[in-house]
């Protein structure tokens, strides 16, 4: 056992969690409630995508909740231009709710997207699998005429109504 | 972290005890006594011989060996769920040294939840997932000595990845 090399390992491992970039990563993540810690971090409400993928160089479960945290708190990302390709990658796989999708940085995509799907202690957010997406439609008058007449018929939105529709259907 | 989960194992042990009088009450199966074996990084945050000693991070996933009846499982995974935690999927497939201790953390009327003996779990962490676990396990190594190096040798780990 080399205690001296052992030391000099933990030296530099202590000053990269002294920065406040590692910091301020830890803080945002803990207090959104994707990570835990035995550790109080400071909180400021914002995320750096680019100091989150340095500061997962020493701890990298960052990256494993990082898709939840950018898809979660999109508001809160300063950077979105810095999230590299391949992430991007994993979030679009993540939106579309595929099961399957590429690793990154030795995180599975498993992992990453089961956080994207969890519930979490900020009520605003919603699991993805749960999350609407905007889609555009164009009918014809008579076609919304009745879809007006439906909704309103049942107390529904006519959001509500189709999806009232659509899920019946096949039984 | 611990007092969450106390809360939870607190809760789980009544749960238990009510469906142990309903089973009896209404004539069904239900096999009451359960043992979890708490594992993973979730095993090291509630224990303080540790979490004293090592800056500890988590996902919040619950890594476990359940040995008790389906509905326990389930009921288990639910309690977690409201407290923003996940029952792992794959729990089933950690490894843990064939020596590992295991100690007592929580003791109810049925259920009776066991977490290992630190090294243990830091071996089992060195050996099957080393590079999420660099950070912690060079601390470990400082903290723990030639215990912990002599257990990652036995089972054939790459101790010489942790002081690169």
Redesign the interface.
């Known amino acids: 056992?080399?205690?001296e090399?052992?030391?000099k390992?933990?030296e530099a491992?202590e000053k990269f969690?002294q920065d406040p970039r590692y910091q301020q990563v830890?803080g945002f993540l803990i207090h959104k409630?994707?990570?835990?810690?035995?550790?109080e971090y400071g909180f400021e409400n914002y995320l750096n995508i680019k100091d989150a993928l340095w500061a997962a160089k020493?701890?990298?479960?960052i990256i494993?909740?990082l898709p939840a945290a950018i898809l979660h708190f999109p508001k809160s990302i300063v950077d979105p231009e810095s999230i590299p390709k391949k992430l991007q990658v994993v979030l679009e796989n993540i939106k579309d709710g595929s099961k399957e999708g590429e690793d990154y940085k030795?995180l599975k995509y498993a992992?990453m997207r089961?956080?994207a799907d969890?519930?979490?202690?900020d009520k605003r957010t919603k699991p993805i699998s749960r999350k609407k997406r905007q889609n555009n439609f164009r009918f014809r008058p008579e076609v919304l005429a009745k879809l007006e007449e439906y909704s309103k018929n049942r107390g529904l939105t006519k959001t509500e109504a189709l999806e009232d529709l659509v899920m019946k259907w096949g039984g | 972290?611990k007092e969450i989960l106390e809360k939870i194992f607190k809760q789980l042990d009544k749960e238990i005890i009510k469906r142990e009088s309903e089973a009896r009450e209404q004539g069904f199966n239900f096999r009451a006594e359960t043992q979890i074996k708490l594992l993973g990084q979730m095993s090291l945050?509630v224990n303080e011989s540790i979490?004293t000693l090592i800056?500890?991070?988590?996902?919040?996933?619950v890594d476990s060996y359940i040995q008790s009846e389906y509905w326990v499982e389930k009921k288990f995974e639910s309690l977690l769920?409201k407290e923003?935690l996940?029952l792992d999927k794959d729990r089933n497939l950690i490894w843990m040294p064939e020596e590992t201790i295991f100690k007592t953390f929580f003791t109810g009327k049925y259920l009776t939840v066991l977490i290992p003996e630190p090294i243990y779990c830091l071996a089992s962490k060195a050996i099957k997932a080393k590079?999420?676990n660099?950070?912690l396990i060079?601390?470990a190594?400082?903290e723990y000595?030639?215990k912990l190096?002599n257990l990652i040798k036995k089972y054939n780990g790459e101790l010489e990845f942790?002081?690169e």
Request: charge should be positive; avoid cysteine.
């Open positions: 056992m080399n205690k090399r052992l030391r390992k933990i491992l969690k830890m409630g994707l990570l835990v810690a035995n550790r020493i701890e990298a479960r494993e909740v030795g992992d089961k956080w969890i519930p979490l202690k | 972290m945050l979490t800056e500890l991070n988590a996902t919040r996933d769920k923003g996940l590079e999420k660099k950070q060079i601390f190594l400082l000595g030639d190096e942790f002081y």
